[in-house]
């Protein structure tokens, strides 16, 4: 199994509170990616990160922001958490082999979060 | 039209059925492709990628079908632990790495 650890694993937290979900890798992976999985709409990227400091947005981004300080971790804040950010939510990591590659990516996980 | 599109499912076969799955996907520049299944509950684990020349491991066969843009998983002999659902996973368009997942296809075996 790859190196991922995702923390918390689940957390419960009132509406308008500021969460951060941590992932870490021992992989030495180039990409990190968040996603969040909900019923009726599969995985769906919220932002990734291409290097220490590199990040972009994913599909559903809004109200989502993170950092990545260090290869090995990446971190996902909620700035104010609210009822629809309710869902479980994946980190992933990859290292593309070479441009068009295969590109396998492997998850931790996941972090389910509920939001009262 | 979603840039990759699986029937939901579920399927429902009894052990022992072959059952087969496809996933087309929009934009013809992908380069890579691959299935994933995932337990209830459970992270989305790679299941095997897929070549043009088609690949088989045991009881699983995944082919592509650059032509007509669709990749397919051949399950033969079914097990009860097969149940799960499968997500088609397409990427490199255009040179990225950001994969893109279908919203993955729910197998169910029974007895």
């Known amino acids: 199994d790859a190196g991922i650890t995702q923390s918390p694993r689940h957390k419960v937290t009132e509406t308008g509170t500021p969460v951060t979900l941590r992932c870490h890798q021992t992989?030495?992976?180039?990409?990190m990616y968040w996603y969040r999985q909900d019923p009726g709409h599969g995985l769906r990227l919220i932002h990734y990160?291409?290097?220490?400091?590199?990040?972009d947005k994913g599909e559903v981004s809004d109200g989502y922001s993170v950092s990545r300080s260090k290869t090995e971790d990446f971190l996902l804040t909620l700035e104010s958490a609210t009822s629809s950010q309710t869902s479980v939510y994946f980190c992933a990591i990859s290292e593309p082999l070479s441009a068009g590659s295969g590109n396998t990516i492997y998850f931790g996980e996941g972090s389910w979060l509920t939001v009262v | 039209r979603k840039e990759v599109e699986q029937d939901p499912g579920p399927f429902n076969v009894p052990e022992g059925a072959t059952v087969a799955f496809n996933c087309t996907y929009s934009?013809?520049?992908?380069?890579?492709f691959f299935w994933y299944r995932q337990d209830c509950r459970k992270e989305p684990k790679l299941l095997m990628s897929v070549y043009s020349s088609g690949n088989e491991d045991g009881r699983f066969t995944a082919q592509l079908n650059r032509a007509s843009q669709y990749i397919s998983l051949l399950i033969r002999d079914s097990k009860l632990s097969d149940s799960a659902t499968y997500l088609c996973v397409v990427n490199g368009r255009g040179g990225s790495y950001i994969p893109t997942f279908g919203r993955g296809t729910s197998l169910i075996v029974h007895p």
């Open positions: 934009n013809s520049a992908s380069q890579s």
């Open positions: 990160s291409y290097g220490v400091k590199d990040t």
């Open positions: 992989e030495n992976h180039r990409y």
